[in-house]
């Protein structure tokens, strides 16, 4: 996920010659102690998608049980069980997410466009995949119409690329993550979405309706890891505001991609009311707070071409394609 606004660091703008101020700060410094805190972020995501991978996506299980013997007995078991397991999830996982965001971010620097490194998200024991994705901010009004969409669409179109080889290995490997005597009681079922069950179909047709529906104690990590990268994906596509669908929509229409954005919030608002499933809320009203209008270009009047606008309209599909029905459910 990639943001941008005018709250962009400081630190990306330059100084005025001869400007003086009691807080300035030598951007060298900032650019310096923001590639620090981006590795540090990369670390800890990195950490905390290694511990739900061990864990079987259930990451605050061992700790619960290690909590209630008195002992971290529980804690050790997983560890030993499910070490590969865990490493394989989060190496892949974090794969699609770093192609994803350096997606953005060369195309920040091919336009010369200023923004931060890639700052990733970690989520530990609350979330089940251990992370909330990455941002990316950059300074609002430096990009024209036809850079803000190719900014926009490079990252989902690089996750995707490494996200679907990993997927069809998960599929074709098959292998689950070990059993553990302390497994949680509680099981969660992860839905598909579309591109999973078509590949499934494809690659495994004789096993086609198992992957509608895949439960965490019978998941592989690198088809768990390909799940959360198209989440990520169908997510950051829908048309909404400053995520990647909203810039690949405000390239497309300009200023009426607004409209888009209304028709896409209606939608998913009354989706989650007909189906009584609530796990975008969040989300839905993140985007809603920061605003459904894309901010205005450096030249809103640049114009696609008809390539980018056939690509960029398919690309609108990928909420549809990669975002399940229902993503979870506890049993």
């Avoid at 003086?20 to 923001?34: F, G, M, Q, T």
């Avoid at 592989?220 to 810039?247: C, E, I, K, R, S």
């Avoid at 989650?272 to 809603?288: E, G, P, S």
Wanted: with cysteine.
């Amino acid at each position: 996920m990639r943001l941008s606004g005018e709250e962009f660091l400081l630190m990306c703008q330059r100084q005025r010659p001869g400007a003086v101020s009691a807080k300035a700060v030598d951007p060298i410094a900032r650019r310096r102690r923001l590639r620090r805190l981006a590795i540090l972020l990369f670390a800890a995501t990195l950490i905390s998608t290694f511990w739900s991978g061990v864990c079987g996506w259930v990451p605050y299980a061992p700790l619960m049980h290690a909590w209630a013997i008195g002992s971290a007995l529980p804690i050790r078991q997983t560890l030993l069980a499910n070490w590969m397991g865990g490493l394989q999830f989060s190496l892949a996982l974090m794969a699609i997410l770093v192609a994803h965001e350096l997606g953005h971010y060369l195309m920040t620097l091919y336009y010369r466009v200023p923004s931060t490194p890639p700052l990733f998200i970690p989520f530990p024991i609350i979330s089940p995949i251990g992370t909330m994705g990455a941002v990316i901010m950059m300074q609002s009004g430096t990009a024209d119409r036809r850079q803000i969409f190719d900014i926009g669409l490079a990252g989902p179109l690089a996750g995707l690329v490494v996200a679907l080889p990993i997927i069809a290995w998960g599929i074709i490997d098959g292998n689950q993550l070990p059993h553990v005597t302390n497994s949680p009681a509680e099981t969660l079922v992860f839905g598909q979405p579309l591109l999973i069950q078509w590949l499934g179909a494809w690659l495994d047709p004789g096993q086609a309706s198992r992957y509608v529906q895949i439960a965490n104690t019978e998941l592989n990590p690198f088809l768990m890891a390909g799940w959360v990268g198209l989440l990520v994906t169908g997510l950051n596509m829908m048309p909404l505001g400053q995520l990647d669908g909203g810039h690949v929509a405000f390239g497309l229409l300009g200023p009426r991609s607004f409209w888009i954005a209304v028709l896409a919030m209606a939608a998913a608002v009354g989706y989650m009311l007909v189906t009584q499933v609530a796990a975008f809320a969040l989300m839905l009203l993140l985007v809603f707070l920061m605003g459904l209008r894309h901010p205005p270009s450096s030249n809103d009047q640049r114009e696609l071409g008809m390539l980018r606008q056939l690509l960029g309209w398919a690309s609108l599909a990928l909420p549809i394609l990669c975002i399940p029905g229902n993503p979870l459910s506890v049993l």
